[in-house]
């Protein structure tokens, strides 16, 4: 069976090396980048099972890549998980058509439970 996949944009380092080797350690594959102008290629090169999003992300913005990915019949059925350190966070995850969010400072233990349930669900 092959890794369940999980593609991460965020632009804070110190959180994409602590998401990275938690998940890694579950044995999931990661990828990770720092912006979402480009994320339905990025999408389409790696074929994530999970996304998490930050809302603060340069280029284009949290937002803004989520509704480009919701938008597009190939990759909408994708969950996003939106991830960020702000007060309306469940607005942003609704404006943004996200499956789910956790808010920032997370718990890596609930982070882990959130992409396992999404994860579940696409099988």
């Known amino acids: ?8 944009f965020d ?7 602590v998401v990275t080797i938690i998940f890694e350690e579950n044995g999931y594959d990661v ?3 720092e912006t979402s102008h480009d994320i339905l290629e990025k999408v389409a090169d ?5 996304i998490l999003m930050d809302n603060w992300i340069p280029k284009i913005g ?11 019949e190939e990759f909408k059925h994708i969950p996003v998980i939106y991830v960020t350190a702000n007060n309306d966070i469940v607005a942003l995850a ?11 400072p997370f718990n890596l233990e609930d982070l882990e439970d959130m992409v396992a349930k999404h994860m579940k669900e696409q099988v």
Do not use: H
């Open 1 to 8: 069976m092959s890794k369940k996949k999980i593609l991460i």
């Open 11 to 17: 632009d804070d380092t110190a959180i994409l090396e």
């Open 31 to 33: 990828k990770i980048s």
């Open 46 to 50: 790696y074929q994530p099972d999970v």
């Open 62 to 72: 949290g937002v803004e890549a989520t509704k480009l990915l919701k938008s597009s």
């Open 94 to 104: 609704a404006e943004a058509q996200a499956d789910d969010y956790v808010s920032k």
